[in-house]
Every structure is written in C-alpha cells, then in structure tokens.
C-alpha cells in the first residue's frame, strides 16, 4: 500500500532490481541484469531509464515508487501479480496513469491481476472486463463478473456498496436506491456471526435462513 514502504531506503533503484534479477536466474551477470533493468524501467514509463538508476527512494516521488515497485515485480517474469491497495496512498491526479500502465502490463504482457481495493471506482475502472469478489469481514459474500456484479448485485452487502459510491450528478444521486442498514456496528473478526457475516445489518435478514447458511 505503501510505496515508500515496500523500498528498502538504503538501496538504490539499480540495487533494487539487479537484486531479484541476478537471484532469479533472469540475468548472467550484473550487465545484462543492468541492461534488462533498464529496459523494466521503460516498460513503467520511469524515462529516461538510466537517470533513476542511481537515486534512492526518496528522491522519488509517491507514484514513482509505486512504479518501481510494479517493475521489481515485472524482473522475475510473472504471470500473476497482487496488487493490494496500488493506487490508494497516491494522488488521484496520479492514479489513472498507474492504473492504464498495470492495464497495459496485463493486456501486453498477458499477467493476470489480482487487485484488492475497497475503492468500487477503481474496480470498476480496472477489472470491467474481468470479475469481482466482494468481501465483507474477510468471507466472500458475492462473486462474478464485473459488469453483472455492478449492475445488478445480489448481496445487500454489495447493493448497500454501490449506494454508499458517491455521486456527482444530482439528479442520477436523487435515484439512486439507499440501502439503510439495521445497525452500524461492525461484528468482532475475533467472533464472526454465524451464517452470511452480514446478516446482523443486513435489513433483509431472514431469521433461520441468513444467521444459519453462508452465501
């Protein structure tokens, strides 16, 4: 989540992704692993390449890191990539590029994503050709595709999701559904309640069928 984070900040961009490259097998020596460094650099649009190669994390910015964080992963050739939370500690002004780079990487590169969020907008944006799974208190409560997950949802927990997404214009606001839930208080992770884990809120609880059965 956090870019700066997940950098060492005693290593260099160049000590950053030699590192795995050299580990993994994916370069003879440390030129070629210099050489393939570089060429990572570019396919995350961090150019030119070679002036990153000697700065430290904190001469970069937050969406720079993130980007040098997407390219150490890119070294070990993946095809399938976790990224949790990529876009949430960097600027909005920033994050579409972030986000149509990764959609670039998996269309160019053929790398499957999973992307956690709690950011629909984001999902939406990033995964409408692919599915979604909705969680709520760490149990998937709905799954599907994601044009079907957002425009007709089964779960009260995945309506009541897109009726708290903020709306800019008014009149789509005025009819959008609210959904009101029955309390606000979130169960304890410590001690789940039984059945769908949403059902203490959920205002169409089915007593003998939502506190028993789990979606």
């Known amino acids: 989540q956090d870019p700066y984070a997940s950098l060492n900040p005693t290593q260099t961009i160049r000590q950053v992704l030699i590192a795995p490259l050299l580990h993994h097998g994916k ?7 210099e050489r393939r460094a570089l060429e990572i650099l570019e396919i995350v649009d961090l150019t030119p390449a070679r002036e990153f190669l000697d700065k430290y994390p904190h001469q970069l910015s937050g969406g720079q890191r993130q980007r040098v964080s997407v390219a150490r992963s890119l070294t070990v050739e993946p095809k399938f990539i976790v990224a949790d939370e990529a876009v949430s500690m960097v600027d909005v002004s920033i994050r579409v590029s972030l986000l149509n780079m990764l959609a670039r990487l998996k269309s160019e590169f053929d790398v499957t994503f999973l992307f956690i969020t709690h950011d629909l907008a984001l999902a939406k944006y990033f995964a409408w050709e692919g599915r979604i799974v909705v969680m709520y208190l760490g149990r998937i409560v709905e799954e599907g595709p994601t044009k079907r997950i957002i425009t007709d949802p089964r779960h009260p927990y995945t309506q009541a999701l897109l ?11 005025k009819r959008k559904r ?6 606000a208080e979130i169960p304890s992770l410590l001690n789940l309640p039984p059945g ?20």
């Not at 370069?27 to 692993?33: F, G, L, T, V, W």
Request: overall charge negative.
């Open 178 to 183: 609210h959904i009101e839930l029955r309390s």
């Open 163 to 173: 009726a708290a997404v903020p709306e800019a214009d008014p009149e789509i606001a």
């Open 27 to 33: 370069a003879k020596d440390r030129a070629q692993a």
């Open 196 to 215: 769908c884990t949403f059902h203490p809120r959920c205002p169409y609880a089915v007593p003998g069928e939502c506190d028993v059965h789990v979606p």
